[in-house]
């Protein structure tokens, strides 16, 4: 979805920048919500106010709520299909392999500094370790220790730059 979401609204027609396209994916994935309805809130709310945020969040989710709804009073029905079964299991790998496209793209596109590096590596890691020894660990408990982690750089760099303004 974020290759899909970046080539609309940064290539095709220019509503934001790269570096906020950027913002907006950090934003969004600590954030309740699909990563979708919160860029078109906050491309709308950056092209037109308030109503635009609105109207751009009701145009992002109205048509999938719609279809959902649908689909929601046959799904019994509609999973006994095999071939349907079989989309779905494919669809699964589809979404990894998308998330797997934005990861690198994101990665070519970020600012090569050692911090940045070291976190994408550490963020790597313990995703790996999480994975591969079945730990359940709570997304709650990922983020705030990544915003400890963010706070803790941040007061250090603070510290740092007021130190060399003395």
Request: proline fraction near 3%.
């Given at each position: 979805?974020?290759?899909?979401?970046?080539?609309?609204?940064?290539?095709?027609?220019?509503?934001?920048?790269?570096?906020?396209?950027?913002?907006?994916?950090?934003?969004?994935?600590?954030?309740?919500?699909?990563?979708?309805?919160?860029?078109?809130?906050?491309?709308?709310?950056?092209?037109?106010?308030?109503?635009g945020?609105?109207?751009?969040?009701?145009?992002?989710?109205?048509?999938?709520?719609?279809?959902?709804?649908?689909?929601?009073?046959?799904?019994?029905?509609?999973?006994?299909?095999?071939?349907?079964?079989?989309?779905?299991?494919?669809?699964?790998?589809?979404?990894?392999?998308?998330?797997?496209?934005?990861?690198?793209?994101?990665?070519?596109?970020?600012?090569?500094?050692?911090?940045?590096?070291?976190?994408?590596?550490?963020?790597?890691?313990?995703?790996?370790?999480?994975?591969?020894?079945?730990?359940?660990?709570?997304t709650?408990?990922?983020?705030l220790?990544?915003?400890?982690?963010g706070?803790?750089?941040?007061?250090?760099?603070?510290?740092?730059?007021?130190?060399?303004?003395?």
């Amino acid at each position: 979805m974020i290759p899909l979401i970046e080539n609309v609204c940064v290539t095709k027609k220019e509503w934001i920048t790269h570096e906020e396209m950027m913002n907006i994916t950090v934003v969004a994935e600590s954030t309740p919500g699909p990563i979708a309805i919160n860029c078109a809130t906050y491309v709308g709310s950056k092209k037109k106010g308030f109503w635009g945020a609105v109207a751009a969040t009701l145009g992002v989710t109205l048509p999938s709520f719609l279809i959902i709804l649908m689909i929601s009073f046959f799904i019994d029905r509609f999973l006994e299909i095999k071939w349907v079964a079989s989309a779905f299991k494919g669809i699964k790998i589809a979404v990894g392999i998308l998330i797997f496209d934005a990861a690198v793209k994101m990665i070519v596109k970020m600012k090569k500094k050692p911090l940045s590096i070291i976190i994408l590596s550490v963020a790597f890691i313990a995703m790996m370790l999480i994975n591969v020894f079945a730990l359940r660990v709570s997304t709650i408990v990922l983020m705030l220790a990544a915003s400890l982690a963010g706070l803790f750089v941040y007061l250090i760099k603070r510290h740092k730059n007021g130190e060399a303004s003395k």
